[in-house]
């Protein structure tokens, strides 16, 4: 089984059943607290407040979420502002998940195009 820190962008497709994200549903997945809040603003959009809650009841228990610790909060910021030179639009939860995912050594699972050509990126549309 191989390891996946899935960003936002996978956890909705993953539960959306799009076909593109179908083998990572079998996968172990790693994701942070943050990511589950904006997959929570996501689902209550879209579901309402009571599904919303059920839905991430069930994420949690196929999912490993991981704590950042302060260095990972710089090295979030640092590329945030690298990027940001380079025009890419990248929110500080965005990074901060792909500086888990190098932490961790593990693939960055997004279908954000601003990810696309970052090293350790798997990107699926």
Known sequence: MARYYADTYALVEILRGNPSYEKYANEELVTSE???????YALTRDYGREKAVGILKIVRAFVTIVQPVDK?????STLRIELKKQSR??????TLGYILAKRLKIPFLTGDREF????G????K
């Open 116 to 119: 696309r050509e970052l090293e």
């Open 89 to 94: 639009n990248l929110s500080l939860i965005d």
């Open 34 to 40: 943050f990511n589950l809040l904006e997959l929570a």
């Open 121 to 124: 990126v798997e990107y699926v």
């Open 72 to 76: 990972d909060y710089v090295e979030a």
